[in-house]
């Protein structure tokens, strides 16, 4: 029958269980898929940010794999943490995920324990108990937490207490210093030679300086003096302060302790103004003395030239100075304050270092024979230029030196690290030493064989001022009342900490850092200063040739009891000219105070009312613009 339909006998199958079955077999394939490569892949990554974020670096893995004894890594971090700070939530994550790496690589000697603690719950009660810090998280008291604690087999504990999203740039080297610590539980020694009053200041009735106090609560302290022939082994740091009187036998032991891979903390300076002057009736001012660690650093290929220090126009702080009779507030060009603008955000010693306060300082010059590496850590800006350490000696006019800048449009290098190998400074060998009779004296560490060059890789800070450890050049008040304007504790501390590390922990950088500081204002503030002050101390300078000038005339005729017309004249002539110029000396002053408020007063201004004043109209704007919108939607409806 032509109008039958064929049937082939097969019943035609429902496309949805195709679609069904489809996502089925999917859901299995990736779970199976997610099961393999977990089995299989479990130790690889791949790591496609672009700086390397959850790579772990080659001399992290040194660290780890020279552990030789169990450390256990508690790790606490609130659920809240995750569930609520979105900000948080992701640091958390790689946190978790980089400590997991470590006990990986770590080969069984790191085991790590992940709690959630939460509130009135033994997880924190043993957070607290090692010093985790508890975050306030909402007006009833709720609190968080995000830190580590670690332990070693001699219960030698260490902790993270909260891992602050500022500071992510450095986790690896937080974590791995906090490894290398529990490793080595035994605290570190620093071997001091000074001579200035770092640990009993004559002016303060005897006591130490804040900078040494700070550094002894984390560090053992040894004072050393007198001759040295050698530096024990067991010295881990060797910190010179401004060393003035050295002789060639202690200069050797130091030349030693460097060959042999020690590391240093060097401070040295042009101008120390805080050396110890004469006390007394008949005291009379002296220059402070040079410092005597020259051969070493001719050896080394560093240079700190010794008359000259650094003056920088944008870092300059202000002070008192007298002008005309007048007490002024001015900027001195040699005493810096510097900002993030002047300080390496890329080294972990320096880049939670908001300012750094020194006083006259130098700075360091690297020949082109030095086989080091330098690391700038502070620095001037480009407005800058040296100045003679003898115009600064012994009284110091701020006005002139401001007067005569001349900005040389060159970073100078006020502190900076070294790295690599070193030469002797003693390649005849070792300086004889002899009795009050002339006779040789032959000590026990004249056997130990001489080092002619680095065994290891050297790694030095040199710092070109010895003002920065001074309590007056960063802290405000006395004794307990004391408050700091820069944190020059912290930079020390922070250096010796880091020196105390290994090779390996010292390599370590920061990643992804970016600063950029706002300094439009403050650079509009020194411009119109600058041309403020060489104004009026060109009238100063005329007024002072007016007032001789009238001397000299009524000086010149001792034997008339009368001036002549001529000489009268001449006087009302220098003492009209004379009113004029006070007079625009006067406006000149007023100038600069009148232009500085009306600066501040338009920043006010800016800040107080145009942030407002703009969301304001961009929200009328926006308000308009959906106006306008649902107008057109609705004509278009009834069209």
Do not use: C
């Not at 070792?430 to 065994?455: A, M, T, Y």
């Not at 204002?521 to 009238?539: G, H, M, P, Q, T």
């Not at 100038?591 to 942030?611: C, H, M, P, Q, T």
């Amino acid at each position: 029958m032509s109008g039958a339909k064929t049937s082939t006998g097969k019943k035609p199958v429902d496309r949805r269980l195709y679609s069904i079955g489809s996502i089925v077999l999917a859901i299995i394939l990736f779970l199976a898929v997610n099961i393999f490569s977990n089995a299989v892949f479990k130790t690889a990554r791949i790591d496609l940010t672009q700086e390397s974020l959850f790579t772990v670096s080659q001399a992290t893995k040194n660290i780890l794999g020279a552990l030789d004894e169990p450390i256990v890594l508690r790790l606490y971090i609130s659920k809240r943490v995750r569930d609520d700070i979105p900000a948080l939530s992701t640091y958390a994550d790689r946190v978790e995920e980089l400590l997991r790496q470590y006990e990986r690589l770590a080969g069984g000697n790191i085991r790590l324990e992940a709690f959630e603690p939460e509130q009135f719950s033994p997880e924190e009660d043993t957070a607290v108990g090692y010093g985790i810090q508890g975050i306030p998280a909402s007006a009833a008291g709720d609190v968080l937490y995000f830190g580590l604690a670690g332990t070693n087999s001699t219960d030698d504990e260490d902790i993270i207490p909260f891992f602050a999203p500022g500071r992510e740039a450095f986790l690896e080297y937080d974590l791995s210093k906090l490894i290398f610590n529990l490793s080595r539980p035994k605290k570190t020694l620093i071997g001091l030679i000074s001579s200035l009053p770092l640990t009993a200041d004559p002016q303060a009735r005897y006591a130490p300086w804040v900078v040494h106090e700070q550094a002894s609560q984390f560090f053992d302290m040894r004072i050393m003096g007198g001759e040295i022939n050698e530096i024990d082994e067991e010295v881990d740091i060797l910190m010179l302060v401004q060393p003035t009187s050295l002789d060639d036998r202690t200069l050797y032991a130091i030349d030693q302790y460097f060959l042999r891979g020690g590391p240093g903390l060097i401070f040295v300076d042009p101008h120390s103004e805080n050396f110890p002057q004469p006390q007394g009736r008949q005291r009379q001012y002296r220059p402070p003395p040079d410092h005597t660690l020259g051969p070493l650093f001719e050896a080394w290929g560093i240079d700190v030239p010794l008359d000259q220090v650094v003056g920088d126009r944008i870092a300059a702080q202000r002070v008192n100075a007298v002008s005309a009779g007048r007490r002024i507030v001015t900027e001195y060009l040699p005493w810096l304050s510097l900002g993030r603008a002047g300080i390496e955000a890329d080294d972990v010693v320096t880049a939670e270092i908001e300012r750094v306060t020194l006083l006259s300082p130098g700075h360091l010059v690297q020949r082109e024979d030095s086989t080091l590496e330098m690391t700038p850590l502070l620095f001037s800006s480009e407005q800058s230029m040296l100045i003679d350490v003898n115009d600064i000696r012994p009284l110091p006019n701020p006005l002139a030196l401001l007067t005569d800048f001349r900005a040389e449009n060159t970073n100078y290098v006020l502190a900076a690290r070294f790295s690599g190998s070193l030469k002797t400074a003693f390649p005849d060998g070792p300086p004889k030493r002899v009795n009050p009779r002339g006779e040789e004296v032959v000590e026990e560490s004249d056997s130990i064989p001489q080092l002619f060059e680095s065994r290891v890789p050297t790694n030095i800070i040199v710092v070109a001022d010895t003002d920065l450890l001074a309590d007056r050049t960063w802290l405000r008040g006395v004794g307990g009342t004391a408050v700091p304007i820069a944190q020059n504790g912290d930079f020390v501390v922070n250096a010796l900490d880091n020196l105390a590390g290994s090779a390996d922990l010292i390599a370590l950088r920061g990643r992804g850092l970016s600063n950029r500081p706002f300094g439009t204002v403050a650079e509009i503030r020194r411009d119109a200063e600058l041309e403020f002050r060489s104004k009026e101390r060109e009238l100063i300078e005329s007024l002072r040739e007016a007032e001789q000038r009238i001397v000299q005339l009524q000086q010149e005729d001792e034997g008339s009891a009368f001036l002549s017309t001529e000489q009268s004249d001449a006087i009302e002539s220098f003492r009209a000219d004379m009113l004029v110029k006070r007079a625009e000396l006067r406006e000149v002053q007023h100038a600069l105070v009148r232009d500085i408020d009306r600066l501040e007063s338009i920043l006010k201004v800016l800040n107080i009312g145009a942030i407002p004043l703009l969301i304001g109209l961009f929200a009328i704007g926006l308000a308009v613009m959906r106006r306008v919108r649902f107008s057109r939607r609705i004509r278009g409806l009834h069209a």
